[in-house]
Every structure is written in structure tokens, then in C-alpha cells.
């Protein structure tokens, strides 16, 4: 069992239908065991591991330890003063190590995650495709990344303060609890992360051609308009300043993938001898209008006669019974 999920004995091109479901099921054994491995690491050094995620409530407190002092706006006078994380229950204390070997189980599984995945699928793929398949889950790792590190970096102390911020205006003392924190800190990198992926999955959608390029550039009021209420939902306080810089860039990463996608559509469609512009196969082709023609039936000329022809006599009904004007 050991030495089949290390490698395999066996090309996939040569499994069999119940072989490709049992090298799936190994599959999803190795991204859980990495994943496990995570929140073992977690759990053995359950210090070092919730110090680093108290960085952003640090850099709420101190904005000027911050790598992006300059986006934090000063701490309120409660915030500043606001001690250690308190939690009540000691099944809170589980659930901070638990949220804590969660979001490090998940930093490790996802590159082996991407490729398991990328290795699953790639016999159903072409030479050429085969090619632009490690980019690409390189692309959506690294995006990914950048998605955690905006919300681990700004998002995170920005909504630290913009709360803080609310409950002084209503003249409350707040008590942060940790087990609440520490969910809010991972669970907003993790959908901040996977967030940012969503350019990748326009470029897969345009490469299935299961959408047209053309019709999602033409949709793009409704995009933004989408895009801004994900933003909104993701973000815990949907405030102008994060909400903007926001919809910004993921309405960047929307136009960059229609830019892609329909280059990578144009070289597929031409590989495959098709018309470049997908919105051609809606105009008939030339050769189709030829046929068409040839096809319309034709319309009967008269015929001129060489020569008058006689007209025949027309016949007359006969006598009606009793008529006698026929004798005259």
C-alpha cells in the first residue's frame, strides 16, 4: 500500500476504467495525508503558529510595524490599550489550534493538490495542451498567494481597526475572543485566495468553450456589478477604500482573462481547422451559399414558339332539351 501511493507500477494510459478510480482514490489519499501533515506541524509547534497569526491584530495596534503602514490608518485609544486574546471555554482553546493547524494543512495540500490534479487529467490532454498545464497551475498557486497575502497583509488590520473603530463610536469595550479571531484571520486569507483564482476558471470555461470571449467582454457591466458584491461579501465590513481597491484589481484580473482566453480559444479553433473567431461559426460559409444557390429552384422561362400554332375551336355546349333556336 505504502509503495503505491509513493509511485506507480502502471502508465495511466494503460488502466483500466476501475484502475482510473482507484488511482483517483490514491490521489485524494496523498493530498489529505499532506494536508494531515500540516496540521500535525501546526499542532507540534502550537506557539510559533498562533504567534504568526496574531501578526495583522499587531499591525492594527502598530500600524507602523506594518509592510503596509501606509494603507493603515492611526489605531483608536481602546485598540491600542486592548491586551492578550482571551478565550472562555477550553473547547476554544481547541478551536484556535484546530483554525490554526487548518490554515497550515491548507498552505501545504494546495501545490500537491494542483498536481494531482493537473497529473489526473493530463493523458485527456494533447502535447500542446500538456505544455501550457504546468503554467497554468502555476498561475493559479501563485495567484492563490497573492489573494492570502493581501488579506493577511491589509484586509485583515484594516477590518481590525474599521471595528474597533464602530465600537468606540457606540461607547462599547470589546473583547476580543481568540477562537473568533483566529477563524476570521483564515478564513479571510482562504477566500481571499481562492477569490483571486477566479480569471483561471473564465480562461477554462473560454478554453471548453462553454462561453465566448466576445459575450463575456460584452457582459462586463454585469461583471463588475458581480465582482463588487462578491468583494462585499468576502470583505467582514464592505468600507469604500477596501471595496474599491478590490474591484479594481479583480475586474483587472476579469479583463486580463478574457485577453488570454481568447487567444488561447484562436489557437485552439485554428489547430483544429475551424474559423478563428468563434463568432464566425454563426455567419454561413461561402461554399454553403454556392450550394444554396445552386439548390433554389429554378424559374421556368416562357417558351417562344417557332411557328403559330392554330387555336383549336372552342366547342359549344349542347342544345338545352326543348331549345329550338339550334334548327334555324
Known amino acids: 500500500m505504502l509503495s503505491t501511493l509513493i509511485r506507480r507500477n502502471k502508465s495511466r494510459s494503460e488502466m483500466s476504467f476501475l484502475e482510473h478510480l482507484d488511482d483517483l482514490r490514491i490521489s485524494l489519499i496523498r493530498v489529505a495525508v499532506v494536508f494531515a501533515i500540516g496540521m500535525v506541524t501546526a499542532l507540534v509547534f502550537y506557539r510559533e503558529t498562533p504567534a504568526l497569526l496574531n501578526m495583522p491584530l499587531e499591525w492594527a495596534k502598530h500600524p507602523e510595524t506594518s509592510p503596509l503602514a501606509f494603507a493603515l ?152 456589478v458581480g465582482i463588487m458584491m462578491l468583494v462585499a461579501v468576502i470583505t467582514p465590513i464592505a468600507e469604500p477604500i477596501s471595496l474599491l481597491v478590490m474591484t479594481g484589481v479583480l475586474f483587472g484580473f476579469y479583463l486580463a482573462a478574457v485577453a488570454v482566453g481568447t487567444v488561447i480559444v484562436r489557437r485552439k479553433r485554428v489547430a483544429r481547422g475551424d474559423k478563428p473567431n468563434p463568432e464566425d461559426d454563426d455567419l454561413p460559409d461561402d461554399d454553403d451559399e454556392a450550394d444554396d444557390q445552386d439548390d433554389r429552384p429554378r424559374r421556368s422561362q416562357p417558351v417562344t414558339p417557332s411557328e403559330p400554332v392554330a387555336a383549336k375551336p372552342k366547342s359549344t355546349p349542347p342544345p338545352a332539351e326543348g331549345d329550338l333556336s339550334s334548327l334555324d
Do not use: N
Request: proline share 5%.
Open 73 to 224: 490608518s492611526q489605531p483608536g485609544e481602546g485598540l491600542v490599550k486592548m491586551g492578550e486574546l482571551k478565550e472562555f471555554t477550553f473547547m476554544g482553546v481547541w478551536k484556535v489550534l484546530m483554525y490554526a493547524g487548518f490554515g497550515v494543512g491548507v498552505a501545504l495540500a494546495s501545490p500537491v493538490f494542483l498536481y494531482e490534479t493537473a497529473r489526473f487529467v493530463g493523458p485527456a490532454l494533447t502535447d500542446r495542451e500538456k505544455s501550457g498545464l504546468v503554467p497554468f497551475c502555476g498561475a493559479a498557486l501563485i495567484l492563490f498567494l497573492m489573494g492570502a497575502a493581501l488579506a493577511f497583509y491589509w484586509l485583515s488590520p484594516m477590518s481590525i481597526q474599521i471595528w474597533q473603530h464602530f465600537a468606540e463610536g457606540m461607547k462599547m469595550e470589546v473583547t476580543w475572543q481568540a477562537s473568533d479571531y483566529y477563524a476570521f484571520v483564515v478564513m479571510m486569507c482562504l477566500l481571499t485566495g481562492l477569490t483571486f483564482q477566479f480569471p483561471l476558471a473564465l480562461i477554462v470555461l473560454m478554453w471548453l468553450e462553454l462561453v465566448r470571449p466576445k459575450t463575456l467582454l460584452k457582459s462586463w457591466r454585469g461583471m463588475l
